[in-house]
């Protein structure tokens, strides 16, 4: 990643945006997709808002709910599929 420069911030911006984009392109789903949650008692339709990698390294992903408007639930990639645009 970018090394510090005399002002306190990083130099070498373009490496750590690369290293994010490489990063997100590992998950199955990008913040932005529209998706159904899957599966289990209950479905429903949203937007991916966050992606991460849980402890044990497995993506998570932040869903935000059509309805009820607002409702956050984290998910893994089984729980999900992707709505075609």
């Not at 002002?7 to 690369?18: K, R, T, V």
């Not at 990008?30 to 044990?56: E, W």
């Amino acid at each position: 990643m970018g090394a510090s420069d005399s002002a306190g911030g990083f130099s070498g911006g373009a490496i750590l945006c690369d290293y994010w984009v490489v990063a997100l392109k590992a998950f199955k789903f990008s913040p932005g997709d529209r998706v159904r949650k899957i599966g289990g008692s209950y479905q429903g339709t949203g937007v991916i808002k966050a992606a991460f990698r849980a402890d044990d390294g497995t993506a998570r992903y932040v869903f935000r709910f059509d309805n009820p408007p607002g409702l956050l639930h984290i998910f893994n990639d089984g729980q999900l599929e992707k709505l075609d645009a």
